[in-house]
Each structure stands twice: as structure tokens, then as C-alpha cells.
């Protein structure tokens, strides 16, 4: 799943992506409102946690931006102002979730699988797909009741089709996702990947669309 930091505080953002990465999230961050902005409106990401605070361009005016624009990413807004109303303010404006700082990283981790399932129409943290089961809070996948051994990138690839069962997923996308932008990979290696997951959970589980992407098999 794929994270957009938008903090400026370096110190912050460095503990977040830290904690996120280990996570099993592609994450990216930025610290400037203008580029936050675009990067939400022109990029597809699974989740933002947004600083309100932010130069150039405050973080509710980004919100209200993308909002406008019909962008429906989740938001988390992070921010210092404890208020309430100002709360209120960040929820009208379109945000999923708010945290005051301080904070401890572990909820935000906790707070963003949350936001990534409801966005994919699922409610807990255990997703069944067939025989197998997604934990996403342990990051593993089950069969019949016992742990697979999954690789990160593994269990990436099949966390991420879970998420968007029901429709085909290209390896463009696929690539955008699961890799953070600074990770070393093969012009073939989401083929590798997925040929690697039929081994270790059967040849069925990912179905190939020729020339559009992958999905997961009927079965699943």
C-alpha cells in the first residue's frame, strides 16, 4: 500500500516512515504544500497523513483542494492545534481520521490499516480469500490456519490485490504500490513476483489478464 507523508517536521516524518515502512506501506514523503498538492492531485496514493502546518500551503487548504477536485484518497490529518473546533474544521473539510501530536507512531500505523480497509469495503484487520486468510496487523497470510512464509514484497503483492479484489490491477500499478520509489527492481520484476506467489499458494490464486494486469482468481 502506498503512503504519502506530507510532514515538515524532519524529526516527525522520519519516525512515521520508519514505522510504516516496517509496516509492510510503500512510503514517500513530502514537506512542502505545493508539492503535497500535486503530487495528491496528479498520483494515486492509499492513504496521506497530513500535516496541517505545512509552508507554502496549510494542509486544510490542501484537503479542501483535493476534495474539490474529487480526489477520495483517505486523509489523516496530524497536526498541534488540539481544539476542538479546529477538529471539526479538518473532518468538514473531508478528513477520514485526526491526531493530535504528540503521538505515539503505533496508533498511526493502527489508524491507517484501518483507513486502507474501509476504503476497500473491508471491516477487520483478518480478510478470507478462500482458504487463506490476510492478517493484516501480523502481516501474514494463513492457510487453513497456518502461517505461510511470505517474503515482505510477497505478501505486499498479495495484501494489495486483496485490497482491490474485484477488479484487475495492472503492474504499473502494481509497481506504484508495493515498491517504494528509491527500491531496486527488474523491468520484469512484478512478473517474478507473482510467479513466486503461485508457488508458495497455488498457481489459481493470481489470474492473469493478458495485456491489462492481475487479479485475484475466482477461487480467492
Known amino acids: ?125 483478518r480478510i478470507p480469500f478462500g482458504r487463506y486468510l490476510l492478517d493484516t496487523a501480523k502481516m501474514q497470510v494463513f492457510l487453513d490456519g497456518a502461517p505461510i512464509d511470505l517474503t515482505p514484497q510477497e505478501y505486499k503483492l498479495i495484501a494489495y490485490l486483496v485490497h482491490q479484489r474485484g477488479r484487475v490491477v495492472s503492474q504499473l500499478e502494481i509497481t506504484e504500490h508495493i515498491y517504494a520509489q528509491d527500491f531496486e527492481r527488474e523491468s520484469n520484476a512484478v512478473e517474478v513476483l507473482v510467479g513466486r506467489v503461485r508457488k508458495r499458494l497455488g498457481a489459481d490464486v493470481i489470474k492473469t489478464r493478458r495485456g491489462f494486469g492481475y487479479t485475484l482468481g475466482e477461487e480467492a
Request: glycine letters at 8%.
Open 1 to 125: 500500500m502506498r503512503v504519502l507523508v506530507a510532514e515538515d517536521d524532519d524529526r516527525i516524518a522520519e519516525t512515521l516512515v520508519t514505522a510504516l515502512t516496517r509496516a509492510g506501506f510503500a512510503v514517500e514523503r513530502e514537506s512542502e504544500g505545493d508539492t503535497i498538492w500535486f503530487r495528491g492531485d496528479t498520483e494515486s496514493f492509499d492513504a496521506v497523513i497530513l500535516d496541517l502546518g505545512l509552508p507554502q500551503v496549510d494542509g486544510l487548504t490542501i484537503l479542501k483542494r483535493w476534495r474539490n477536485a474529487g480526489r477520495t484518497m483517505p486523509v489523516l490529518i496530524l497536526t498541534a492545534r488540539g481544539q476542538w473546533e479546529e477538529r471539526v474544521d479538518g473532518i468538514e473539510a473531508g478528513a477520514d481520521d485526526y491526531v493530535v501530536k504528540p503521538f505515539h507512531v503505533m496508533e498511526i500505523v493502527a489508524r491507517i490499516r484501518s483507513l486502507v480497509r474501509r476504503a476497500s469495503g473491508l471491516a477487520s484487520a
